[in-house]
């Protein structure tokens, strides 16, 4: 079904992606960062109380400080301080990844077998495009070959007291990735210009999108308006507690078969189904997982952050993948946290970054994989995407609302024109989900018009 569907030696798949330059012009002219909106919930109702003190862990997920720049657009945060894209790569294994910042000389190893968090590597030598270096923790040693170019190989050797080192090899990921044809994907470009226009007519709601091409009809081109726009996340966020929760599968740690009690305590309202139900009672992971996709579930979203262990994991799954605007940091429906200042934030770049590498099957496996999209094509909240395209176009996708923030995400399944896209916007709920139609209606008008080129509106 899909070209992720290949084989490699290392039993990886593969990534698409890269930015435009020519038709981008207009849209670095666009380029949006401002200050943060009104604390809201994820919906009406009642928020647990939060993790008292908890924090991310220092890396890439971690809340920008307070002496960051700021402008006057409502509910968009500044980008935090970010490397070069060249300068941070991900190596991608059987099990884990291996993370790398050349610019701040640091690693992080995270796999089935442990997490080191993020580690100094101050002799990390980079020469020729390529990170090398050895770091020791908790006696395991950890040398890696690293090339900072999306689809290079790169190699890293575990070294233990008394084993045999293990060998790993795979594909270095970027964001974006470079294209696999840049003259096919430079026909991806006039798409940059017609979703400009679209995002300079939203006067009410500063908005940025992604497009990244999966199909090779495009050589697996990227392209981005305000790709690092900053706007409170929403329920998008439950991709990345839905992709630690799937990864834990993959290493056998955990069952989709297996239960958790539910209390009243849990209950929280806004989207969901499961509030409509009786408890105490135990919901099994797989319901939890595909209520948390099908109906944008708070309750599941909340229980399912207590069973990962708090915010500290799923900060770490995305700091181990470099996504820098992304951060969990309070639960659905805690009001309270929200008004202290506690938000979750992403960003189109980092959503196809995940999109990206969960298609590929660089941080799942294809059967987690396929679950997690069969899971975004259930999905019942279908008044963006959905709604701008014709009837019976197939796609996966996970919307995110708030008072001042609207956005839907998730891939284009046409067949041989597969598509992962991110449309976020800050502002009025109301007018940012006419902007996002309007994005949404432009990437497919494009896609499906034979001279690449969008219907006049």
């Known amino acids: 079904m899909r070209k992720s569907d290949k084989t490699r030696s290392s039993s990886l798949l593969f990534t698409p992606a890269r930015v435009p330059l020519k038709w981008l012009t207009a849209a670095v002219a666009l380029a949006v960062v401002a200050t943060t909106g009104p604390a809201t919930a994820d919906g009406p109702g009642r928020g647990p109380v939060a993790e008292p003190g908890q924090q991310a862990e220092p890396g890439y997920g971690v809340e920008p400080g307070a002496g960051d720049g700021q402008s006057d657009e409502p509910g968009v945060e ?161 991709l990345w507690i839905l992709v630690e929760l799937l990864r834990r599968v993959d290493c056998g740690q955990v069952s989709l078969d297996d239960g958790v009690l539910v209390t009243p305590d849990d209950v929280v309202g806004g989207t969901g189904q499961l509030q409509f139900e009786t ?26 952050i207590t069973y990962l262990g708090g915010f500290t994991p799923v900060n770490a799954l995305i700091d181990s993948m470099n996504q820098r605007s992304t951060i969990l940091a309070r639960r659905m429906l805690d009001s309270a946290a929200a008004q202290r200042g506690e938000e979750n934030y992403t960003s189109p770049d980092d959503v196809v970054s995940l999109l990206g590498a969960v298609w590929d099957g660089e941080i799942l496996t294809p059967a987690t994989r396929d679950l997690m999209i069969g899971f975004m094509r259930e999905q019942t909240l279908n008044t963006k995407i959905p709604a701008a395209l014709p009837p019976g176009v197939p796609v996966a996708h996970k919307t995110g609302d708030l008072p001042d923030a609207s956005h839907d995400v998730g891939y284009y399944l046409i067949p041989g024109t597969e598509t992962a896209v991110a449309f976020l916007t800050a502002g009025p709920m109301a007018t940012g989900d006419e902007t996002v139609r309007r994005m949404a209606r432009t990437v497919y008008d494009f896609l499906v018009t034979p001279t690449g080129g969008a219907v006049e509106e």
């Open 279 to 304: 408890f105490p009672q135990v919901v099994t992971l797989h319901r939890l997982a595909q209520y948390l996709i099908k109906y944008s579930d708070n309750i599941a979203a909340n229980v399912l």
């Open 78 to 238: 500044p980008t935090p301080d970010r490397a070069p894209t060249s300068e941070v790569s991900w190596l991608s294994f059987p099990g884990g990844v291996f993370a790398v910042d050349s610019l701040g000389h640091t690693v992080r190893y995270r796999a089935c077998d442990g997490d080191t968090g993020r580690v100094a590597d101050p002799n990390m030598r980079v020469a020729a495009g390529v990170a090398s270096g050895e770091v020791v923790v908790g006696g395991t040693g950890y040398r890696y070959r690293v090339p900072l170019i999306g689809r290079s190989e790169g190699t890293l050797e575990v070294i233990r007291r008394h084993r045999q080192p293990i060998e790993l090899t795979g594909v270095v990921v970027t964001s974006p990735q470079p294209p696999t044809d840049p003259i096919a994907g430079a026909q991806l470009f006039p798409l940059s210009g017609q979703l400009a226009r679209v995002v300079a007519d939203a006067s009410l709601n500063p908005a940025g999108v992604t497009v990244r091409d999966l199909s090779g009809r495009y050589g697996d081109q990227q392209i981005a308006v305000n790709g690092a726009l900053r706007p409170k996340a929403a329920s998008v966020i439950k």
